[in-house]
């Protein structure tokens, strides 16, 4: 286990709704990504966060968004859901340094179903 | 655009073989690739990283080689198991350093 949490593991939702995911990072690590993995595809970068700020994002529009905590837990928000969010949402965590040592630690991820 | 691919989307093998997946990569060589192991409904977890100005690295069974002229790395299991049946994904950094940016995935399937 890597001690990246993530809840809820799944949820259902109705398009239009909004949508908050939660995550705890691993302890000792500051930085944290979110990625979208739909069927048969291979996680997609969402955004990172490191420090409470955001630190990079992907190509994802803005009704997707981030928080993270000062005790580097993190949220991510959907609003307005369509049917194409429905996806695996893995939260992955990292030290600040992690190009270095290269490794994400992930969660086991919240399967979200819109309907 | 960086892109990662992995041409194989499924590899079946037989337990003790050898298994070989590939992973291509476009635009810059990335300073290093990495391999993560998915099973289904779980999420990705690191098996190895190969720097570029490494030939090739090993882990227990495992063996990934880092080739920049041909933009390609090889993941190798050997004397392959049933517990090994599993998705492979292949990834590298984007230009920034922020994201990996991972391939579509292999799924391989020991049969005993």
């Known amino acids: 286990e890597t001690g990246v949490t993530q809840s809820p593991t799944h949820l259902i939702k109705t398009r239009g709704q909004q949508v908050t995911l939660r995550c705890s990072s691993q302890?000792?690590?500051?930085?944290v990504s979110w990625y979208q993995q739909a069927l048969g595809q291979g996680p997609q970068f969402i955004f990172q966060y490191y420090r409470e700020e955001e630190n990079g994002r992907g190509n994802f529009p803005p009704r997707f968004s981030g928080l993270q905590f000062p005790n580097y837990s993190s949220e991510l928000n959907v609003n307005a859901l369509e049917l194409d969010d429905s996806a695996l949402y893995l939260c992955a965590s990292s030290l600040a340094d992690y190009r270095s040592t290269g490794e994400l630690f992930f969660g086991e991820g919240s399967r979200l179903t819109v309907l | 655009s960086q892109k990662i691919e992995q041409n194989s989307e499924a590899l079946n093998i037989q337990e003790g073989k050898t298994a070989t997946l590939t992973c291509n990569y476009t635009?810059?060589?990335?300073?290093?690739l990495q391999w993560y192991r998915q099973d289904p409904g779980r999420g990705p977890v690191f098996l190895l990283l190969i720097r570029e100005n490494e030939k090739e690295k090993r882990k227990e069974r495992l063996k990934v080689t880092f080739d920049t002229t041909l933009k390609q790395s090889l993941f190798h299991i050997t004397a392959s198991q049933p517990a090994d049946s599993a998705t492979y994904l292949c990834?590298?950094?984007?230009?920034?350093?922020?994201?990996?940016?991972f391939g579509k995935g292999t799924t391989l399937s020991v049969s005993s």
């Open positions: 990834a590298r950094h984007n230009q920034a350093g922020t994201a990996l940016i």
């Open positions: 635009n810059y060589s990335p300073a290093y």
């Open positions: 302890s000792g690590h500051n930085t």
